[in-house]
């Protein structure tokens, strides 16, 4: 076969073509080439008042905006020294939530669904299963709905700032949502029960896993960053020191590595990491779909993030529970205005995202720097392709490249994420 490509990868988030170098049925090379140009956020932060970044952040990205927007305040509390009430980390565990809502209902029926059922997208779903859409759309507009409830908007949240929140839900409406997220507990049950019904293959990773780990609690927005297989344990204030970036020639996106090695981070590595410390109902989901931790089976991605669902929407009531019942505010703390640096850190549904800040006397920002998690992914997704490919050389031309599709869309990359 002459190079074999896949322009433009369909069910993902940005442009990514896959090109595969094949001689004589032999796999002699393969590389995801993201095509997107980069954007330069990190530039564009430079100069403008501290309190600016969050909103301009968030524009990263549509679908994962609540967690750029979080970790951008939560890099920057950590640079000029401000700590914020419990009642504002319970808020903002929910809008981290919200996304995940988002994110694994659309990437897990809308993207992934029909590589298992041999369709090229959801619609012909709407016909033969509508049922199946319908669910899919119930869990969508919860996610929407939570984080509208707490971030003012769907996308692109306006009330978490640096300091707290500039407006709280009506209790009422509060304790209303609660009950919502605990009725949808079927629909999530099922999503993982559908997808514990399709066959992935038998393969396994040769990268670290990577996530965020508290002792405590299912960490997704506070914790240290641990490694599965490395065995460490480090604090977020040091992701220079262990993520190692390179730029290529193939990609308008860097690869990153630690500790010699490609990683990945995501759904995966999060339930290898802490899945002691789901809610009990998801620990039921992942023992029935037969998915043990730890496993190293990349393609297992999707059905971890089915059983965060489940985990999400509990763990959202309880947090609303314990919103109703606690004392406190969520209003803006004063901020000091100080020259400073730091870090900060949450868990997007795609894996473990990074930002950190520079400002000055003044306020103003001297320096940015992101990490996203498709960004610290793609080493790791290229490694499995080259592992992965010649298992399925010999399948027809379109079935071989489906399949490589296929494992790129196990990752859920978001590559417009990725040329930040």
């Known amino acids: ?198 066959e992935v293959p038998d393969f396994s990773t040769s990268g670290d896993m990577l996530a965020l780990s508290s002792e405590d609690d299912y960490a997704i927005y506070e914790g240290d960053v641990v490694a599965v297989d490395g065995g460490w344990r480090k604090p977020v204030s040091a992701y220079r020191d262990f993520i190692r970036e390179q730029v290529l020639t193939h990609s308008n996106a860097k690869h990153s590595m630690v500790d010699g090695r490609t990683f990945m981070v995501g759904a995966l590595p999060r339930v290898n990491a802490s899945s002691d410390s789901l809610t009990q109902q998801a620990k039921d989901a992942l023992r029935n779909a037969g998915v043990s931790a730890v496993s190293r089976n990349t393609f297992h991605n999707n059905m971890c993030q089915a059983v965060e669902l489940v985990d999400a929407a509990g763990r959202c009531a309880g947090y609303i529970d314990q919103l109703l019942e606690m004392g406190g505010s969520t209003a803006p703390v004063s901020v000091a205005v100080r020259a400073g640096e730091g870090a900060g850190a949450t868990e997007a549904p795609r894996g473990t995202l990074y930002h950190s800040y520079r400002v000055d006397d003044d306020g103003i920002i001297t ?42 869309r196990a990752y859920d990359p978001c590559l417009s994420c990725a040329v930040h």
């Open 367 to 408: 320096a940015g720097d992101v990490i996203t998690p498709t960004a610290q992914n793609l080493a790791n997704l290229e490694a499995d392709m080259r592992v992965f490919a010649p298992t399925v050389v010999g399948l027809p031309r379109d079935e071989f490249l489906l399949s490589l599709e296929q494992l790129v």
């Open 1 to 198: 076969m002459p190079l074999l490509t896949v322009e433009h990868v369909a069910r993902i988030e940005g442009h990514g073509t896959i090109t595969v170098d094949v001689h004589d049925g032999e796999v002699r090379d393969i590389s995801m080439d993201v095509v997107e140009p980069a954007r330069f956020f990190e530039s564009i932060v430079v100069g403008r008042r501290f309190d600016e970044a969050p909103l301009i952040t968030s524009r990263i990205c549509g679908i994962c905006s609540p967690n750029h927007a979080l970790t951008s305040i939560k890099a920057m509390e950590a640079a000029l020294g401000v700590d914020v009430s419990e009642r504002t980390r319970v808020m903002r565990k929910l809008l981290v939530y919200g996304s995940y809502l988002q994110n694994h209902a659309t990437h897990l029926y809308l993207f992934a669904a029909p590589d298992f059922v041999g369709l090229p997208s959801v619609f012909p779903l709407v016909e033969t299963h509508p049922e199946v859409v319908e669910r899919a759309l119930r869990i969508k507009k919860l996610g929407n709905d939570l984080t509208t409830l707490v971030g003012g908007r769907p996308v692109h949240p306006i009330t978490a700032v640096v300091g707290g929140f500039t407006s709280e839900p009506d209790p009422h409406v509060l304790e209303g949502f609660a009950e919502t997220l605990r009725e949808l507990a079927e629909d999530l049950t099922e999503t993982v029960g559908l997808f514990s019904t399709f």
